[in-house]
């Protein structure tokens, strides 16, 4: 990997250290790449000032800049905008745009910089169901700008990039996630919940694209294996529905969000096996993650989990298709699956071979 001397600056998260999610943790460990490897070109990250009460001026050998906007919500759109006139401003020689939110400027920033752009477009994300009326038709507009005027556009699934292929005919560079950040770590004991010995784990926002419904309805079917589930129930109608529903069902385990990576290594390496009831976004953080635990995986059946995984994992469509996988998920023909995930992630999806890939790009 041949470093140049460039200014690369760092668009589209909250900031670092990372405090939200993938896109943060993502510059969090680029930052973290570029300083134990004292690599020659500066880089900058953007970080929300709402996010930070203390405005560090640095993280590591990053330099931080601070925009007073929140970097999430309808507000990440000037956000984003924002933080790339300052880049430019600042003479940033390479910009990192983390997904598409302020893609509508690109066209205005082509026109007075020749810095090089380079933008992850997320998972399609126009696609959620959250999204709807005029905000999916902005996101999808979005997206089409993003891909038409930058430099290089990276997909973070094999089968987002052939999305991009067959809807815009450009060659997307496939660069996925780490996910051994989550192994790292001490585990914690999570000492204030009586859990069972024996439990199935699942930890996401509790949304409808992520199947959460499914999922629980199919364990609240069986009691041989309890479920344990991390999410925010609370931030929705549709999560505390579904918690109200199965209320009853002492075998169910929904707990609030836990965002400390020791106590939720201690849930994910004491789990049967995990369910991941994703379907859109590309490669799930929450995916990679638990495959580094060499657990068997119960993945909902889609070309992004299918892709990630390498069809390693059991797939399943509806509620009864995962009762039956329940059933046979906890035995010894269950197990190569997890030894076969574990060497996936080890081969694909750690931050050394994250950021080298990212870094040889941006290069």
């Given at each position: 990997?041949k470093q140049?001397?460039?200014k690369i600056?760092i668009l589209g998260?909250c ?7 993938g896109?943060?943790?993502?510059a ?5 790449f ?11 990250v953007?970080?929300?000032s709402?996010?930070?009460s203390?405005k ?8 931080l800049k601070?925009?007073?906007?929140n970097?999430?919500?309808?507000q990440?759109?000037p956000?984003?905008?924002w933080?790339?006139?300052s880049a430019?401003w600042n003479?940033n020689d390479v910009i ?5 939110s302020?893609a509508?400027a690109?066209?205005l920033?082509r026109?007075v ?5 380079v ?7 126009w696609r959620?169901q959250?999204?709807?009326g005029?905000?999916?038709?902005f ?11 930058s ?11 052939e ?7 450009v060659?997307?560079?496939v ?7 989550a192994?790292?770590?001490d585990?914690i004991?999570v000492?204030e919940?009586d859990?069972p010995?024996?439990?199935a784990?699942s ?5 409808p694209?992520?199947?959460v419904?499914l999922?629980?309805?199919a ?5 041989a294996?309890p479920?344990?589930?991390?999410g925010?129930w ?11 529903r199965?209320?009853?069902?002492s ?6 969000p836990i965002y400390?990576l020791g ?6 390496s004491n789990?049967v096996?995990y369910v991941?009831?994703h379907s859109a ?8 993650e638990?495959m ?22 059991l797939?399943?469509s509806t509620?009864?298709?995962l009762?039956?996988?329940i059933?046979?998920?906890?035995g010894p023909?269950?197990e190569?699956?997890g ?5 996936i992630?080890?081969r ?5 071979v994250v950021?080298?890939?990212?870094f040889s790009l941006?290069?």
């Open positions: 990997m140049l001397n460039r600056a998260t900031g670092v250290p990372a405090r939200y999610g896109f943060e943790t993502l969090e460990n680029l930052a973290k570029h300083d134990r490897l004292s690599l020659p070109n500066s880089i900058t953007y970080c929300s709402k996010s930070y203390a560090n001026p640095s993280f590591l050998s990053a330099h601070y925009v007073p906007l970097a999430n919500g309808v990440s759109i956000y984003d905008i933080s790339l006139f430019v003479r990192l745009l983390l997904g598409v302020g509508i690109l066209p920033v026109l910089s020749s810095a090089r752009i933008t992850n477009i997320d998972g399609i994300e959620r959250k999204w709807q005029l905000a999916k038709r996101l999808r507009f979005s997206e089409k700008i993003a891909v038409r005027f430099d290089a556009v990276i997909s973070d699934n094999a089968a987002i990039a999305y991009v292929k067959q809807t815009y005919g060659n997307s560079h660069i996925a996630y780490g996910g051994d950040h192994v790292a770590v585990a004991a000492d919940l859990l010995d024996r439990y784990f930890v996401c926002r509790i949304e694209e992520n199947n419904h999922i629980v309805e364990f609240s079917r069986q009691d294996i479920l344990v589930m991390v925010n609370n931030n929705s109608e549709y999560g505390r529905a579904i918690r109200t199965y209320a009853a069902c075998h169910l385990f929904l707990l609030n400390e106590k939720l290594k201690t849930l994910r789990a096996f991941h009831g976004g590309g490669t799930n953080p929450s995916l990679v638990a580094h635990f060499g657990r068997p995986i119960l993945a909902f059946d889609c070309s992004f989990n299918r892709a990630t995984t390498e069809e390693k994992a797939f399943f509620s009864d298709e009762l039956e996988l059933r046979i998920a906890d023909q269950s190569k699956v030894h076969d995930l574990l060497e992630a080890q694909r999806y750690t931050w050394d950021a080298n890939e990212y941006l290069n």
